[in-house]
């Protein structure tokens, strides 16, 4: 089972429309989660982080489900400028160590029609 | 201007020989990554350095070198040994690597390689 995966998409959506990402992810153990977006040939750009008891930003719904190891990014009133790829990011324990790194699931690309 | 510079946007490597792609932050981070990104798929960790003087292979550092002297910069080299270097690198860093918010990694604009 992949560490943390994403529907790939696309997503192709009118102007205005609401749109659900959905993402797991394997480790149990992870502990912190967020959305990055990354804009065609552009490096990422964290979104926002994802809290237990859910968390929003303007038009943006992020929630988690821990038991279920399930995190979701809700869009409203989907805008032109929201198309990109949105990718799930959860923190991970790396290497036995100790440490922990950020796992990126391979995204999924949303395109907002006019 | 805080942020992270990479440079440079577009390189070329010929068979057979080094490049070192260049990464700056003036963020004063602890921690720096870097990524490789294939199309179509997800960000993968070459190598990673928690503090100055200290660094660890990721999942993929084969082929590659880096070195950590001073907080601000992380240079990644690609060697001749990695066959495949095509691909788009992405640098970040992250104040540290544990703790509410720390975690949080923020990225240059990346380096395009190519092989001539």
């Known amino acids: 089972r992949k560490e943390v995966e994403q529907d790939p998409g696309p997503f192709n959506v009118p102007e205005g429309a609401t749109v659900a990402f959905n993402c797991t992810y394997s480790?149990?153990?992870?502990?912190?989660f967020f959305w990055y977006r990354q804009d065609c040939r552009k490096e990422p750009k964290l979104l926002m982080s994802?809290?237990?008891s859910g968390n929003e930003d303007g038009r943006f719904t992020a929630q988690l489900n821990r038991a279920s190891q399930y995190i979701s990014l809700l869009i409203r009133d989907s805008k032109l400028s929201d198309s990109a790829t949105y990718l799930c990011?959860?923190?991970?324990?790396?290497?036995?160590?100790?440490?922990?790194?950020?796992?990126f699931g391979k995204g999924t690309k949303l395109s907002v029609i006019p | 201007d805080g942020g992270i510079t990479q440079s440079p946007k577009y390189l070329f490597r010929k068979e057979g020989q080094n490049v070192t792609l260049s990464c700056e932050q003036n963020?004063?981070?602890?921690?720096m990554y870097w990524y490789r990104q294939d199309p179509g798929q997800g960000l993968r960790l070459i190598y990673y350095?928690?503090?100055?003087?200290?660094?660890q292979k990721g999942d993929i550092a084969e082929g590659y070198s880096v070195s950590r002297e001073k907080k601000e910069s992380f240079p990644l080299t690609v060697t001749s040994a990695q066959k495949n270097p095509t691909a788009f690198y992405l640098c970040?860093?992250?104040?540290?690597?544990?703790?509410?918010?720390?975690?949080?990694?923020?990225f240059g604009a990346g380096t395009r390689l190519s092989v001539l």
């Open positions: 990011v959860v923190n991970t324990p790396y290497s036995g160590a100790g440490s922990y790194q950020l796992t």
């Open positions: 350095s928690q503090i100055v003087n200290d660094f």
């Open positions: 994802v809290y237990s």
């Open positions: 963020l004063n981070h602890d921690a």
């Open positions: 970040a860093s992250s104040p540290g690597t544990s703790g509410v918010g720390k975690n949080i990694q923020y």
């Open positions: 480790n149990s153990a992870s502990q912190s």
